[in-house]
C-alpha cells in the first residue's frame, strides 16, 4: 500500500505524527490490529488460559536473567562450578539472577505442562488446529533440549552424572549408537569439550529455534483463532452487521489487563519459591549438584530433575520381562487395528510392523526397547489431533469413558514423575511398569473410546455465566 | 485427585522398605545468631582450614558477621596475606590424595550438598576403631578417611552394639540415645534361629576431653552454623529482600486485579 493510501494515526496525542510517520514506513496499525485491538477471542476462558501468556512470560525471564549470567559464568570445566558460586556471592544481586533463573527453569515446565493438559482437556489440538498444537509441541521440544543443556553448566555431580546418562541413551541405537554419543559429547566421556558445546546451544542456538517458534505458535494461534473451554468455534456466530465474532472480545485491552492480573498472582507464588525456598526442597535445585563433578565418582542414585522424571520413569520400566507386556500390546492393537480397517493394504502394512516388532523385542536388548518407548513417550503427543475421534472437543461435553482416560492418565503421569526421583526398587518398578502401560493405553486406545463415548451434544454459542 | 493421593499414600511405605542409614540429629542452628557464626568462624579456621579449603568464600565477606576488617587480619586470616583473598590452604590436591588417600574437599557449599544436620550428626559420631587406618570411624560416614580432629575436645568414643527381638525395641531404645543410632539387621542364618536379630549401634565416651558433651554440642552447632552460613552468605539478606517484594506485588496483586474487573464490566 502506497504512504499516501494510508490514514494518519489519530488518538495517540502528541505521538500521532511520530507513529503516522512509521505507520507509511511499517505495518504498525495493520500489525496492532491484527495481533492485539482487532484479535477477537472467546470471552469465556477459564483460570487454564493463563498459562500461554504465562510461559510466554518465563521465557522472557529466562532470556533476560540468561543475558546477565552469561557476563558472569564461565564455560570451562576447571571453573564452571566456582563461577556460579561467584555470581552467587560476588556479583551484586547475582544470587537473585540465578535464583530466578533456575527457578524459572521449574516453572516454565510447570507453565508448559498446564497449557499442554488445558488442550487435552478442551480439544484445542482438534482441526483447524493441528499446526498450532504441533509447533507448540516443537516448542515443548526445544524446551526440553534447552533444559538438559543448561542444567550440565552448574558442572555439579549431577549435571555431569545427568548428562553423561542421557548422552549414553544414544548409545543404545543399533549400529550408529557408540559413535552418535561420541559425536554429540565430542569426546569419549562428557567433558570439558562437552560443556562447551553445550554452553554454546544452550546460549543461542535453541534459544533462536525457541523465539522463531513461539512466532510460528502465535501467528497459527491468530490465523485460526483460540479455542476455548466449550470447544465450540465463536467465528460461528458473527454480528451480521460488523462482521465480528458475537462471542469474541478484543484481545487489547481484555486479555492484556486479565493476564497482567495473571502475571502477577504467578510472580506472587514465583518470589515465594525465588526468596524463601530455591531449592525447592531438592526438586528445582539438587543437593548434590553443590557438589563439583568428578568423573571418577558416580553418585550411587542418579535422578533427573523434575520435569524429566516420567519419561525417565518408562526408561527404567522397560526391563526384559516387561518386553513380554510389550509384545502383548503389539498383538493386541494389531488386531485391533486390522479388526478395525476395512482396507487390505493397511492390514498387511499393520501385520508386518507387528511381527518386525515383535522380532525386535526379542532380538535386540531391552534397553533399546526402554530409549524407543522414551522417545514415543513424547512424540506421541504429536498424533493427539488425529488419535482423537470424539464428536466433540472439550471434556466438558464428554462422556465417562475419555474421562476416566484423562483422570487415569494424570494419575499415571504423576506417579511416573514420582518414581523417576526415587531409587529403583521391584515393587517401584513394578509400579512404573503399570504406569508406562496406563500412559500408552490413554493415547493408543483413543481412537477407539473417543468414538465410542457417549457424548452430550455441543451447545450453539459459548456458555457465559 | 483423591485416587491420585490414594496411590501416592500407597507408594510412599515403599520408601521405607530399604535399607537404613543413620537417624540424623535436628542441627538446631540459626543463621541470625551473630555470636555463633562467630565462633563458628573461629572453629573454622582453627580447626578445618588447614586441610580443607573454603575456595568460593573471601576473608572480607566474614566482615557481614560483625567482625571489623583488623579483627579478622590478626585473628582469622592464617592461610592468606590480603583480606581481600580466597579461602584456599596451600596443600595441594596431589599431596592430599598421597597423604590421605583422599582429597578432602572443599567446604565452601558443602553445608548445601550435605546438609546440616548430617554435618551436626556427623562431626558428633567418631568413634575409636583400631581396624581403620587412622585409628577413627564414624557412624555417618562409614570407613571415612578424615581422623577425628575435634578428639581433643570431644574425648575418645567407642561403639556399642545392642541386640533386641524386634525392630520396634531396638528403635525405642534408640530414639533415647543423644547421639547418632542406627539398627543394622542380621539375616535369620547369620543369627541363627530365633535370635535377637536387630542389632541397635551407638557410641558411648569412653574418655573425657577437654570439652563436656553438652559444651561439644554447642561447639559443632557454631561450627555448622557458620558452614550453613558460609554455604550462602546472602541467605538472611534474600529473605529480607523476599518480604518487601511480596508487598509490593501483593499491592500490584490488587491493583491489577481492580483494573481488570474494572474493563471486564462491559463483557457480557
Known amino acids: 500500500m502506497a504512504a499516501a493510501e494510508k490514514q494518519a494515526v489519530t488518538g495517540a496525542g502528541p505521538f500521532n505524527d511520530l507513529l503516522t510517520w512509521i505507520d507509511q514506513r511499517f505495518p504498525l496499525v495493520e500489525t496492532w490490529r491484527a495481533h492485539l485491538s482487532e484479535y477477537y477471542a472467546p470471552k469465556n476462558f477459564n483460570f487454564w488460559y493463563y498459562f500461554g501468556s504465562l510461559a510466554l512470560f518465563v521465557l522472557v525471564i529466562q532470556i533476560v536473567t540468561g543475558i546477565f549470567l552469561t557476563m558472569n559464568y564461565k564455560p570451562d570445566a576447571a571453573q564452571a562450578f566456582a563461577s556460579v558460586e561467584y555470581i552467587m556471592r560476588e556479583v551484586p544481586w547475582g544470587w537473585w539472577i540465578r535464583y530466578m533463573h533456575s527457578t524459572g527453569a521449574s516453572f516454565f515446565f510447570i507453565c508448559v505442562y498446564l497449557h499442554m493438559f488445558r488442550a487435552m482437556l478442551y480439544g484445542s489440538y482438534r482441526k483447524p488446529r493441528e499446526l498450532l498444537w504441533i509447533f507448540g509441541m516443537l516448542i515443548f521440544f526445544c524446551l526440553m533440549a534447552e533444559a538438559f543443556f543448561g542444567y550440565l553448566l552448574p558442572w555439579g555431580q549431577m549435571s555431569y552424572w545427568g548428562a553423561q546418562v542421557i548422552v549414553n541413551l544414544f548409545d543404545a541405537i543399533p549400529v550408529i549408537g557408540p559413535d552418535l554419543a561420541i559425536w554429540i559429547r565430542g569426546d569419549y566421556v562428557v567433558s570439558d569439550a562437552t560443556l562447551n558445546r553445550f554452553f554454546a546451544y544452550h546460549v543461542i542456538a535453541v534459544p533462536l529455534a525457541l523465539l522463531a517458534l513461539v512466532v510460528a505458535h502465535l501467528l497459527a494461534l491468530h490465523e485460526v483463532g483460540s479455542n476455548n473451554p466449550d470447544g465450540v468455534e465463536i467465528k460461528k456466530a458473527k454480528d451480521p452487521k460488523t462482521g465480528r465474532p458475537l462471542d469474541g472480545i478484543p484481545f487489547h485491552p481484555y486479555y492484556t489487563v486479565k493476564d497482567t492480573f495473571g502475571v502477577v498472582a504467578f510472580l506472587v507464588v514465583f518470589s515465594i519459591v525465588v526468596f524463601f525456598a530455591p531449592e525447592a526442597g531438592g526438586y528445582f535445585l539438587e543437593a548434590n549438584n553443590f557438589i563439583p563433578a568428578d568423573p571418577l565418582k558416580t553418585p550411587p542414585h542418579i535422578a533427573p530433575v523434575w520435569y524429566f522424571t516420567p519419561y525417565y520413569s518408562i526408561l527404567r520400566a522397560t526391563t526384559e520381562n516387561f518386553m513380554w507386556v510389550l509384545a502383548a500390546g503389539v498383538v493386541a492393537m494389531a488386531g485391533l487395528i486390522i479388526w478395525s480397517v476395512k482396507n487390505t493394504a493397511a492390514r498387511i502394512c499393520v501385520a508386518a510392523l507387528a511381527v518386525v516388532l515383535l522380532a525386535g523385542f526379542f532380538t535386540l536388548d531391552a534397553k533399546v526397547w526402554g530409549v524407543v518407548l522414551m522417545g514415543l513417550s513424547v512424540m506421541i503427543f504429536f498424533f493427539l489431533p488425529w488419535l482423537d475421534q470424539s464428536p466433540v472437543n472439550s471434556i466438558r461435553y464428554k462422556g465417562p469413558i475419555t474421562k476416566t482416560a484423562i483422570a487415569l492418565f494424570v494419575i499415571a503421569f504423576f506417579v511416573l514423575g514420582y518414581l523417576g526421583t526415587q531409587a529403583v526398587t521391584e515393587e517401584r518398578t513394578l509400579a512404573a511398569q503399570i504406569g508406562t502401560a496406563v500412559y500408552f493405553l490413554f493415547f493408543f486406545l483413543m481412537p477407539w473410546y473417543s468414538r465410542m463415548d457417549k457424548c452430550r451434544p455441543e451447545p450453539e454459542r459459548v456458555t457465559w455465566k | ?268
Open chain 2, 1 to 268: 485427585m483423591r485416587a491420585l493421593v490414594a496411590l501416592l499414600a500407597l507408594a510412599a511405605p515403599l520408601a521405607f522398605a530399604l535399607e537404613e542409614p543413620v537417624r540424623l540429629d535436628a542441627a538446631p542452628i540459626d543463621p541470625r545468631d551473630v555470636a555463633s557464626l562467630q565462633a563458628g568462624a573461629r572453629s573454622f579456621v582453627n580447626y578445618c582450614l588447614n586441610c580443607h579449603s573454603a575456595g568460593m568464600m573471601r576473608y572480607h565477606k566474614l566482615q557481614d558477621l560483625g567482625i571489623s576488617e583488623q579483627q579478622v587480619k590478626d585473628n582469622l586470616l592464617f592461610t592468606a596475606d590480603k583480606i581481600g583473598e580466597l579461602m584456599n590452604v596451600s596443600m595441594t590436591r596431589k599431596d592430599a590424595k598421597e597423604w590421605f588417600g583422599t582429597a578432602p574437599p572443599d567446604l565452601s557449599v558443602i553445608a548445601r550438598a550435605r546438609g546440616p544436620d548430617w554435618l551436626y550428626t556427623y562431626m558428633r559420631s567418631f568413634y575409636r576403631d583400631p581396624e581403620s587406618a587412622t585409628g577413627w570411624n564414624n557412624m555417618v560416614f562409614e570407613r571415612v578417611a578424615m581422623p577425628h580432629v575435634l578428639w581433643t575436645l570431644s574425648g575418645q568414643q567407642v561403639q556399642v552394639e545392642r541386640r533386641f527381638r524386634t525392630r520396634e525395641q531396638a528403635e525405642a531404645v534408640g530414639r533415647q540415645q543423644k547421639n547418632a543410632w542406627k539398627v543394622d539387621v542380621l539375616t535369620p542364618e547369620q543369627a541363627g534361629k530365633d535370635a535377637e536379630r536387630y542389632i541397635l549401634k551407638t557410641i558411648r565416651t569412653d574418655t573425657a576431653g577437654s570439652l563436656s558433651q553438652v559444651d561439644y554440642d554447642v561447639f559443632v552447632r557454631d561450627l555448622v552454623n557458620f558452614m550453613t552460613w558460609m554455604a550462602e552468605p546472602n541467605q538472611v539478606t534474600r529473605k529480607q529482600v523476599g518480604y518487601v517484594v511480596l508487598l509490593v506485588l501483593l499491592a500490584l496483586l490488587v491493583l491489577s486485579y481492580l483494573l481488570y474487573k474494572e474493563f471486564w464490566k462491559d463483557v457480557h
